[in-house]
């Protein structure tokens, strides 16, 4: 069965002190692997797609990398602004296109 | 800059009753999705759309019906509401296909009472 485990839960970082959140999946043929942002009382917001074990992709204070097992998703510095929930899906090897989600890190970063 | 649109953004219903949530895209999607949300359960697919004419069962469809009404609009019907069905709903779309960025409305939050 597809799955997808996120840890920690939760997660709180003083401004500038960098941190990993990490996903670990087990998928069927994995089509792609894909990092959300969420804020409270939004729908989550596309931040990255990682398609092959050793990929990576950044923006701005975030970083995501992919093995055959797992993802992190670096944070360097973090800012206030960063807090939200992280979440991760993966893609499998149907054609359906559809995502199979984690339950998210929840992100505090306290000035 | 739509994007997806979700209607109505909250809701209150009673044990029984029927409603339908309406959904539209404007990114000439092909797919379309609707996914529910609950505290520690993570995001669930309820029913999808592979593309025009087509509708699919997900992880949790029971209690649910789907209707693909034209490529823009793919609406959700609870015919009759349970106290179980209490949650936040997502409706999505993407391009055609796998490893296409699936995108998000904002939310319907609703409530069986």
């Known amino acids: 069965e597809d799955q997808v485990t996120q840890s920690p839960e939760a997660l709180r970082l003083q401004e500038g002190e960098s941190s990993s959140l990490n996903c670990s999946y087990t998928?069927?043929?994995?089509?792609?692997l894909f990092w959300y942002r969420q804020d409270p009382g939004k729908g989550p917001e596309f931040l990255f797609t990682?398609?092959?074990a050793g990929e990576e992709k950044e923006k701005e204070r975030l970083k995501a990398t992919l093995t055959k097992k797992e993802s992190f998703l670096h944070i360097t510095a973090p800012k206030p602004e960063d807090s939200a929930t992280y979440l991760c899906?993966?893609?499998?090897?149907?054609?359906?296109?559809?995502?199979?989600f984690g339950q998210g890190t929840t992100l505090q970063v306290k000035p | 800059n739509a994007g997806v649109t979700q209607t109505p953004k909250f809701q209150v219903l009673k044990t029984g009753q029927s409603m339908t949530l309406q959904c539209a895209q404007d990114m000439n999607h092909n797919s379309m999705y609707w996914y529910r949300q609950d505290p520690g359960m993570g995001l669930r697919l309820i029913y999808y759309?592979?593309?025009?004419?087509?509708?699919d069962k997900g992880e949790v469809p029971n209690g649910y019906n789907v209707s693909r009404l034209n490529k823009r609009e793919f609406s959700l019907r609870l015919e009759s509401a349970a106290p179980s069905q209490t949650s936040v709903y997502f409706c999505a779309s993407s391009e055609y296909g796998v490893a296409n960025t699936i995108y998000f409305g904002e939310g319907s939050w609703l409530t069986v009472v």
């Open positions: 759309s592979a593309s025009e004419g087509t509708t």
């Open positions: 998928v069927s043929g994995l089509r792609g």
């Open positions: 990682l398609y092959s």
């Open positions: 899906a993966v893609q499998d090897g149907s054609n359906t296109g559809k995502l199979i």
